[in-house]
Structures are given as structure tokens and as C-alpha cells.
Nanobody, 116 residues
Framework: QVQLVESGGGLVQPGGSLRLSCEASGSISSIVNMGWARQAPEKERDVVAVITSSGGTNYADSVKDRFTISTNNAKNTVYLQMNTLKPEDTAVYYC??????????WGKGTLVTVSS
């Protein structure tokens, strides 16, 4: 079992930066990748960034070159550094974890609002 708690959401102006954090607890050693997805009202939930247990990363085209995903040394926390934020980045951001057993765990989400 893995539990996820996100933090760091809030209101930021266009062009600003924000860093999201997600702390995982439970069966940490079983995690093969950690990532972030986002969902705006009346839109589908889309994965925006993923980092594997080996450190490889993948980004959605919409956030590439602006967002950076990383983990701490213990690999129980995943971060999403968001730079040059745009209004279209406004969404609830969810932490996402996949284990080697194929289980997918989601955090409860943290709201990011990009507005002037």
C-alpha cells in the first residue's frame, strides 16, 4: 500500500514559479515510477511528468522545458518544479505512483491557479 500527500499548490501569476511536493509512505521500495497528472474543470486528467526509479524522466509536450520533475535521495518524495507558468496550467495536480505490481496510486490533489 502507498499513501500520497501533495502540497505546494496555490495562486501564482503568469510567468511565475511554483514547486509541488508529494510525499509517499508505505511500500516505497515497490515504486517503479512517480509522477504528476493534472485535471482542469471539464477536462480529462493528463499525465504531465513522470520519473522512474532509475531517474529517467518524461514530460508532456505542454510542459516540456518549463517543468522539472525530481525525487529526493530516499525516493519517497517527488517534486514538480513549475516555471514560466501559464493560465492554461491552472488545474488540480495529482501525484501518481506506479508499483512493480502494476498498482496505481493517486494523491488527493492540490490546486494550482495561474492568474493575474
Amino acid at each position: 500500500q502507498v499513501q500520497l500527500v501533495e502540497s505546494g499548490g496555490g495562486l501564482v501569476q503568469p510567468g511565475g514559479s511554483l514547486r509541488l511536493s508529494c510525499e509517499a509512505s508505505g511500500s516505497i521500495s515497490s515504486i517503479v515510477n512517480m509522477g504528476w497528472a493534472r485535471q482542469a474543470p471539464e477536462k480529462e486528467r493528463d499525465v504531465v511528468a513522470v520519473i522512474t526509479s532509475s531517474g529517467g524522466t518524461n514530460y508532456a509536450d505542454s510542459v516540456k522545458d518549463r517543468f522539472t520533475i525530481s525525487t529526493n535521495n530516499a525516493k519517497n518524495t517527488v517534486y514538480l518544479q513549475m516555471n514560466t507558468l501559464k493560465p492554461e496550467d491552472t488545474a488540480v495536480y495529482y501525484c501518481r505512483v506506479v508499483t512493480r505490481y502494476g498498482s496505481v496510486y493517486w494523491g488527493k490533489g492540490t490546486l494550482v491557479t495561474v492568474s493575474s
